[in-house]
């Protein structure tokens, strides 16, 4: 048996898991306060639905990494102030943020998030944290399909150049 064969809560993190978890908390963190501005920005009601998701997602991953960190003895990041809510009319027409932009901006959230989850899944070495994380994936995935029919739905997608290939058209 190796040194890291038994329950994976008993093993020690690795440097690279302790960074890893510190810096994903420290991004999820500023998601939290992120989506809570941009959520007093939109107007579009399915668009709201959508943020309050990733917010609860957000504190949910939190809480988990939180106890990590904790049960290892590893300072956390700081956590911004919430949020107050505001009403989308409240914030002047020059000054707002616009629902196309919001949901490019959480399309964009959420693949930074797919990708640091995938890194902390390849980097694990302990099984229980790399099921974390793909549990994070998991659902984060789910998150942008919704986004991306919403974008689709509303008409906000911006499509890069479709490329037609030549030897197609022959």
């Excluded at 998601?31 to 939109?42: C, E, F, P, R």
């Excluded at 229980?128 to 906000?156: C, N, P, S």
């Amino acid at each position: 048996m190796g040194i890291l064969s038994g329950n994976p809560k008993d093993e020690p993190m690795h440097y690279g898991e302790v960074y890893g978890a510190w810096m994903y908390l420290s991004g999820a963190k500023a998601v939290i306060a992120g989506n809570q501005t941009q959520l007093n920005h939109a107007g579009d009601e399915d668009l709201r639905k959508l943020l309050e998701e990733a917010i609860q997602a957000a504190q949910q991953e939190s809480q988990q990494v939180e106890k990590l960190l904790k049960e290892h003895g590893i300072g956390l990041p700081p956590t911004p102030p919430e949020r107050p809510n505001a009403s989308p009319e409240d914030i002047p027409a020059g000054a707002r943020f616009q629902d196309a932009e919001i949901a490019a901006a959480l399309s964009t959230e959420i693949a930074a998030g797919l990708v640091s989850c995938s890194k902390m899944i390849g980097e694990s070495v302990r099984e229980d944290i790399a099921m974390m994380y793909g549990q994070f994936h998991t659902q984060k995935a789910q998150l942008g399909a919704k986004v991306l029919r919403l974008t689709k739905e509303k008409g906000w997608l911006v499509s890069p150049p479709l490329h037609y290939s030549k030897a197609s058209d022959r």
